[in-house]
């Protein structure tokens, strides 16, 4: 997730032929950006985010009326059933409908017309939060992981020093070298899991509290026989 960036603007073309801000969209994506704060604040402290919720959901049908494919609206709309997931979870609540919905909401992030690395990165993430659940190396979580892989990838080919990106890449190798049964191939996978997440922390800190517990997970797996 890249909630802590602020949403890019967006430009339209004047008649005249100039282009001016669409301080509408803008504004209306700092406020679903806002409300999804709000709304993961909220659940970090067992309170229902539904307020939250309703606030971010009214921002974004407000913004995708002004730009229906607004990649940054589109990609905050995945990551708000990451939110509705995570509040199921905590009340042992099936939260698989919710992460199918984010998946397709992801996947239509991805494939805006403006390539974004941030709908690619909710699209590797939401296939990260998919796979962790399954059974190691099961079909399921092995097509999850390929497919995130690849998502993380193309997030970083459209901004290489992107933290998030990294981060997300790191966990997607670090789960993938967890299910190795093969002690030679689980070490070097977790080798190259920490390297990402090392660098993930050295170009963003404010990752270091998520990252540094799977940056030791994996330089164990790594060092272990």
Same mark, same amino acid.
């Given at each position: 997730? @890249?909630? @802590?960036?602020? $949403?890019? *603007?967006a430009?339209?073309?004047?008649?005249?032929?100039? &282009?001016?801000?669409v301080?509408?969209?803008?504004?209306?994506?700092?406020?679903?950006?806002?409300a999804?704060?709000d709304?993961?604040?909220r659940? @970090?402290?067992? +309170?229902?985010?539904?307020?939250?919720?309703q +606030?971010? =959901?009214?921002?974004?049908g407000?913004?995708?009326?002004?730009?229906?494919?607004d990649v940054?609206?589109?990609?905050?709309?995945?990551?708000? +059933?990451?939110?509705?997931?995570d509040?199921?979870?905590?009340? *042992?609540? $099936?939260a %698989?409908?919710?992460?199918?919905?984010?998946?397709?909401?992801?996947?239509l992030?991805?494939?805006?017309p403006?390539?974004?690395? +941030?709908?690619?990165?909710?699209?590797?993430?939401?296939?990260? /939060?998919l #796979?962790?659940?399954? $059974?190691?190396?099961?079909?399921?979580?092995? %097509?999850? %992981?390929?497919?995130?892989?690849?998502?993380a990838?193309?997030?970083?080919?459209? /901004?290489? &020093?992107?933290?998030m *990106?990294?981060?997300? %890449?790191?966990?997607?190798?670090?789960? @993938?070298?967890?299910? =190795?049964?093969?002690?030679?191939?689980?070490?070097?996978?977790?080798r190259?899991?920490?390297? #990402?997440?090392?660098?993930?922390?050295?170009?963003?800190?404010?990752?270091?509290?998520?990252v540094?517990?799977?940056? &030791?997970?994996?330089?164990?797996?790594?060092?272990?026989?």
């Open positions: 997730m @890249s909630q @802590s960036q602020a $949403p890019s *603007g430009c339209r073309e004047t008649p005249d032929g100039g &282009k001016e801000a301080h509408l969209v803008d504004a209306e994506q700092h406020m679903a950006l806002a999804w704060v709304a993961a604040d659940i @970090s402290r067992r +309170e229902a985010p539904t307020p939250a919720l +606030e971010l =959901q009214a921002a974004l407000r913004c995708f009326a002004l730009s229906p494919q940054i609206c589109r990609t905050l709309a995945a990551q708000a +059933e990451w939110l509705t997931a509040w199921l979870t905590m009340h *042992g609540e $099936p %698989l409908p919710a992460l199918q919905t984010a998946l397709d909401k992801a996947k992030a991805a494939q805006s403006e390539p974004h690395p +941030e709908a690619w990165q909710a699209l590797a993430e939401t296939h990260l /939060r #796979a962790r659940p399954l $059974p190691a190396q099961s079909p399921q979580q092995v %097509l999850h %992981l390929t497919q995130g892989l690849s998502a990838t193309r997030a970083l080919a459209l /901004r290489p &020093k992107y933290g *990106g990294l981060a997300t %890449l790191g966990a997607l190798q670090l789960l @993938s070298a967890q299910g =190795q049964k093969d002690a030679p191939t689980r070490r070097t996978m977790a190259t899991a920490a390297a #990402a997440l090392q660098q993930a922390q050295a170009i963003d800190g404010f990752l270091r509290a998520a540094a517990p799977m940056n &030791k997970t994996a330089e164990e797996l790594a060092a272990a026989p």
